[in-house]
C-alpha cells in the first residue's frame, strides 16, 4: 500500500473515500492490515501530503482514526477533540484539508461510552471540581442534552439510553454545523466535490457503523 500521490488523489471519489474507510475497518475489525512499508511512506510524502479524508474525532485514546480504518501515513487529516463538536478553528482546518489540500470526505465519528458526553450529563459534579476550562468544554452539550432529554429521564453518565442517545445527535449536530457555519465546505459538498458524513465507533467492537 503506497501513500497517496496528488495524481492519485485527484482519481478519488467522495463515495471512492467513503468505501477506503469502511474496507479498513472492516480490515481492523478481522485484525487485519493492508501492507505499509511506513519508513517508505515517509520518504515518499517527505514534498507533501494528498489525504482523500478528514476525520474529526474524539480525543479518546481508543478512537484513533488512522488505526481504526486501517489508514497509513499521508492518508487522511485527523482532527480530535474530546466529544467530537465543531468550532471556528476546527472549520477552519477542514476547510484546509478539503478546498485547499483537496479531501473528498469528511467524517464526523462519534463512539460509544464517551467520556466528554458523560461529562456533559455529570455537568454539575464536573464543575465542582473546579475546572474552568473543563467546564467550558462539558458546557458545549447542553443545548443538545436539553433537546432530547424526556421529561422525568434522569439526567446521568449511569443512563446508558441517553448517553448514546446523546451520542448519536452530537454527531447529527455537529455535521449540521459545519453546513451551517462554513459556506466554503456546503458549497464543495453541494457541488458534489465533497461528502460529509457521521459514524459511530464501537469500543467494544471495534467496528463503525454509518448514519
Not at 19 to 27: A, C, D, P, S, W
Not at 36 to 51: I, K
Not at 166 to 192: C, F, H, M, P, Y
Request: negative net charge; glycine residues 10%; contains cysteine.
Amino acid at each position: 500500500m503506497k501513500a497517496h500521490t496528488s495524481e492519485t488523489q485527484s482519481t478519488i471519489t467522495p463515495e471512492k473515500a467513503l468505501n477506503f474507510l469502511k474496507e479498513g475497518n472492516q480490515r481492523f475489525v478481522n485484525n487485519l492490515k493492508a501492507n505499509r512499508d511506513l519508513l517508505e511512506q515517509v520518504n515518499a510524502t517527505r514534498e507533501g501530503q494528498w489525504p482523500f479524508a478528514v476525520v474529526l474525532s474524539c480525543i479518546d485514546s481508543r478512537t484513533s482514526a488512522e488505526l481504526i480504518f486501517d489508514q497509513g501515513l499521508g492518508d487522511v487529516f485527523s482532527i480530535r477533540i474530546a466529544g467530537n463538536f465543531v468550532n471556528q478553528d476546527i472549520l477552519g482546518s477542514m476547510e484546509f484539508g478539503c478546498n485547499v489540500a483537496g479531501s473528498k470526505l469528511i467524517v464526523v465519528l462519534g463512539h460509544t461510552k464517551c467520556g466528554a458526553l458523560k461529562g456533559g450529563l455529570d455537568a454539575a459534579q464536573i464543575e465542582g471540581l473546579g475546572m474552568d476550562n473543563l467546564n467550558h468544554l462539558i458546557n458545549h452539550f447542553d443545548p443538545i442534552i436539553n433537546e432530547i432529554i424526556e421529561e422525568g429521564e434522569e439526567r446521568s453518565s449511569k443512563n446508558s439510553s441517553l448517553l448514546e442517545r446523546l451520542n448519536q445527535q452530537n454527531v447529527k449536530n455537529a455535521i449540521e454545523d459545519i453546513r451551517k457555519q462554513s459556506s466554503t465546505l456546503s458549497g464543495l459538498e453541494k457541488e458534489g466535490k465533497i461528502k460529509i458524513v457521521g459514524a459511530n465507533y464501537d469500543v467494544e467492537t471495534g467496528a463503525v457503523t454509518w448514519l
